[in-house]
């Protein structure tokens, strides 16, 4: 839960690379690990860039986030599958 934590943008672990990087080993099969640290710094330097314009559309939840990066899935291919299983997890547990 601490990796879904960590993908979260209301977190205050909001992409803490350390939690992905454990969370993204628990999947390291269905992931190419060695693409993510650099996925994730270029993301983060994204999602300030949108932060500070005057849009201000940026990601707020998990499924928004997961919705954004799938729109930039060229650039982001890893952290887009991440994401998904991390929506995918997050639902499932909350049904139990």
């Known amino acids: 839960m601490k990796g879904i934590d960590a993908l979260t943008a209301s977190s205050e672990n909001f992409f803490d690379e350390h939690m992905i990087k454990e969370f993204a080993d628990e999947y390291s099969s269905l992931l190419t690990v060695d693409y993510l640290n650099t996925e994730i710094v270029n993301l983060k330097q994204t999602i300030n860039r949108k932060k500070e314009s005057d849009d201000g559309d940026?990601?707020?939840?998990?499924?928004?986030?997961?919705?954004?990066?799938?729109?930039?899935?060229?650039?982001?291919?890893?952290?887009?599958?991440?994401?998904?299983?991390?929506?995918?997890?997050?639902?499932?547990?909350?049904?139990?």
């Open 58 to 96: 940026w990601p707020g939840s998990l499924l928004e986030l997961q919705s954004w990066v799938h729109r930039l899935h060229d650039a982001f291919a890893e952290l887009d599958k991440l994401i998904t299983n991390s929506l995918y997890f997050a639902s499932f547990h909350s049904l139990l």
